[in-house]
């Protein structure tokens, strides 16, 4: 008997204004039409009518009511998005029943939005893609990317000026899309972002609606609902990168030591002392980093902490270098990176004077490497002894396979080796009792239910 394939839902789409609102439409169609929705030439063949409308004079505005309200009365399903979008109130007070109202530009939303109202039907015959999308990484962890740009101008940095100013996605697109990885077999999120912490500021922090409630733009409440999506028979770890340690930071510990998200914080310090940091312009620098880092520890007692520092400055002093190194002999940080500092093309800090000679900048970085290792190592011999959870990464099938706890993020931080890991594959989660470490290193033996 032939397979059936099952026919696409059809967009219907009024587009009003300028060629700029055209452009967004033309846009908007390609996209749908290249996730295999098909066009609908009237109201009446149309599962779901979108209006591209224009809001630039009071006539426009009313042109775009009234085509909205054509849209309700011939077809009934609506999705309103363009210019007069950003009068989301006056729309929805003529037309409470519009599905959904986004403003110019918002090209993902309105795609979100005619996903949500009219869902293409899965066929393996026809999907060029699976439906958690294509990865480069292992099926059992995934990025996901919360914002893009940058509010800040640190002083050796140029994101900024390439990738402009912060953006978020909104929370419930994030959330799709988690979703959407965690069924397709992904066991561990990894969210990334320059500034994750600042993550819903240029949303005003709003709400979306998602599952029976709503959940604002911030990075406390995405970081609850990206936990709620393992289970006890499916965890997911949730790994939050990029965090700066803005006040708000201090609530998602207890949801570490709740066992919602990964007990695992990425600050990029890049330096202690704070004659540095001002120098560097870096967000959240604070003096009193150190005793809020004791108490998150209180809290949870299981957090990692992972950071980088840059060596060598312009304007670094022995002594600003040697408060570095004292402040990591203080903060006991579980995992340290260290970069030269490298003057990038066109950032602010080439201009600073005080350059550091290179062979200063050398040495000073290899002092911090060698105190890096002496606490990574400490930290690592601690473990031994102990029962730490590890998903693998990769089994050999022949009782050798190498993972990771939770302290360690892939590519970044260190591994677990495993011996007498029979019948273990990528992405299982298994629990271990720690042998042996290195510097940066784990082994150990699983133990598996008897
Ligand atoms: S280094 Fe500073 S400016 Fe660059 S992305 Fe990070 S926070 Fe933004």
Not at 142 to 154: D, F, P, T
Not at 167 to 188: H, I, N, Q, W, Y
Not at 247 to 264: F, S, W
Request: with cysteine; charged share 25%; proline share 7%.
């Amino acid at each position: 008997m032939a397979t059936r394939i099952p026919s696409p839902p059809k967009v219907g789409m009024v587009s009003l204004g300028c060629p700029k609102a055209l452009v967004d439409s033309e846009r908007i169609l390609t996209k749908l039409r290249s996730d295999g929705y098909g066009l609908s030439p009237d109201f009446d063949g149309a599962d779901v009518v979108l209006v591209n409308t224009c809001g630039f004079l009071d006539s426009a505005k009313e042109e775009s009511l009234e085509a909205i309200g054509e849209a309700i009365a011939e077809n009934g399903r609506v999705i309103v998005t363009g210019c007069m979008g950003k009068e989301a109130d006056v729309i929805r007070a003529r037309f409470p029943d519009v599905l959904a109202v986004s403003g110019p530009q918002q090209y993902e939303e309105v795609v979100g939005a005619v996903h949500e109202a009219a869902p293409m039907p899965p066929s393996p015959y026809v999907d060029l893609v699976p439906e958690a999308g294509l990865k480069l990484t292992p099926r059992h962890y995934s990025y996901v990317k919360i914002s893009e740009g940058c509010n800040h101008r640190c002083a050796f940095c140029i994101i900024p000026s390439i990738r402009g100013d912060l953006v978020s996605r909104r929370p419930d697109a994030v959330l799709r899309e988690a979703e959407k990885l965690v069924a397709a077999g992904t066991k561990e999120l990894l969210i990334i972002s320059q500034d994750t912490s600042a993550y819903g500021l240029d949303l005003k922090h709003a709400s979306w609606p998602w599952k029976d409630g709503d959940v604002r733009a911030h990075m406390t409440d995405l970081a609850r609902e990206l936990g709620k999506l393992g289970t006890a028979e499916n965890p997911v770890w949730v790994r939050l990168h990029y965090v700066y340690p803005y006040p708000h930071v201090d609530q998602v510990i207890p949801l570490m030591a709740e066992g919602l998200i990964t007990p695992y914080l990425d600050i990029p310090f890049q330096h202690a002392s704070p004659r540095i940091l001002k120098a560097m312009k870096r967000p959240a620098n604070e003096a009193k980093v150190l005793e809020r880092i004791a108490k998150w520890r209180a809290i949870c007692p299981d957090l990692t902490i992972r950071s980088t520092f840059i060596a060598g400055f312009p304007g670094e002093t022995e002594e600003d270098f040697q408060y570095l190194l004292d402040w990591l002999d203080e903060a006991q940080l579980d995992r340290v990176g260290a970069f030269r500092f490298e003057p990038v093309e066109g950032a602010q800090a080439n201009a600073l004077p005080d350059a550091v000679p290179d062979e200063v900048t050398e040495e000073r970085y290899a002092r911090l490497m060698e105190k890096c290792a002496a606490i990574s190592a400490a930290k690592l011999q601690a473990k031994i002894g102990s029962m730490r959870k590890v998903i693998i990464d990769v089994a050999d099938g022949e009782g050798g396979a190498t993972g990771r706890s939770q302290a360690d993020a892939p590519e970044i931080d260190g591994e677990v080796h495993l011996r007498d890991a029979h019948g273990l594959e990528a992405g299982d989660m298994v629990d271990v009792r720690i042998e042996d470490a290195d510097e940066h290193d784990l082994f150990g033996v699983p133990e598996m239910p008897a």
